[in-house]
């Protein structure tokens, strides 16, 4: 099974919901646990919302939202062309933000790498930002076979 | 408007919805504005109907906290479920963000 999308829409506070709603109803058929579809509502929340509060500082702009399934993975991009991040490991590090007088909490990040199995952060100053992440759809569970050995199971819920 | 609940000695402010960015701004002016109303020593959040939380959501509840500290008093989250909590309580997220007492009914 490899199935992908794209969706690119206005950075606008209200697509964050809307972003959240397209990445579900994409998961749905891979009929995965609540908990792993909330896991990755929340990363691509933090990811949008980076790039409408940070990248475009509340001008207007483009957010890309790509997503591929495969058997045992969801793939997500995050996509913008704001004003670029200059120090990514700074930016990432959690409760960094530029912005404390908004409330930011500058866990965005630290969310994204809690929630997604890998989190990958490409960045130009001047052109925008790429987020790649990446999490396993199905839990496993460590089992052993009749001879003793190890093996993984995928957990059908 | 919020749904709340003036006892004469606490706040309850009852959160719904998703709690991201978008909907921050509008909880931080509405509970602020009943901040404003009278002197509230004890602010209860009840999260029984948030579906949904991120880390901006996180901030707007800090932000009221520190607004209800600042003037002395206490803030208690209520109807805590495994949606609104979960961003929270992430990893070493909770070190940082425990200042919020639980009320008995969590």
């Given at each position: 099974?490899?199935?992908?999308?794209?969706?690119?829409?206005?950075?606008a506070a209200q697509n964050e919901a809307f972003a959240r709603m397209v990445i579900s109803a994409f998961?749905?058929?891979?009929?995965?646990?609540?908990?792993?579809?909330?896991?990755?509502r929340t990363a691509v929340s933090e990811a949008v919302t980076n790039s409408i509060v940070h990248a475009y500082s509340g001008d207007e702009g483009k957010v890309v939202m790509r997503a591929r399934l495969d058997d045992t993975y969801v793939y997500i991009e995050i996509?913008?062309?704001?004003?670029g991040i200059g120090d990514i490991r700074q930016a990432m590090q959690p409760f960094?933000?530029?912005q404390p007088e908004q409330e930011r909490t500058g866990m965005g990040f630290a969310l994204m790498q809690s929630f997604m199995d890998e989190v990958h952060v490409s960045s130009a100053v001047g052109s925008g930002t790429l987020v790649c992440m990446k999490k396993r759809l199905n839990e496993c569970d460590v089992i052993y076979d009749a001879e003793g050995w190890r093996t993984l199971d995928r957990r059908l819920i | 408007m919020i749904?709340?609940?003036?006892?004469?000695?606490?706040?309850t402010v009852y959160l719904d919805g998703e709690i991201d960015h978008c909907a921050s701004e509008h909880w931080r002016q509405e509970i602020e504005a009943e901040l404003k109303k009278r002197?509230?020593?004890?602010?209860?959040?009840?999260f029984s109907d948030v579906h949904f939380m991120d880390s901006s959501g996180v901030g707007m509840i800090i932000?009221?906290?520190?607004?209800?500290?600042?003037?002395?008093?206490q803030v208690y989250a209520q109807g805590l479920n495994r949606q609104s909590s979960a961003v929270p309580s992430c990893g070493s997220a909770s070190n940082h963000y425990n200042p919020i007492g639980r009320s008995r009914n969590v």
């Open positions: 099974m490899n199935n992908q999308m794209e969706l690119s829409f206005s950075a998961l749905v058929q891979v009929n995965p646990t609540l908990s792993i579809v909330s896991e990755i996509e913008d062309y704001g004003k960094f933000t530029t | 749904r709340s609940e003036w006892n004469g000695e606490s706040l002197p509230v020593s004890k602010l209860v959040l009840d932000g009221r906290y520190k607004t209800v500290k600042a003037l002395g008093g």
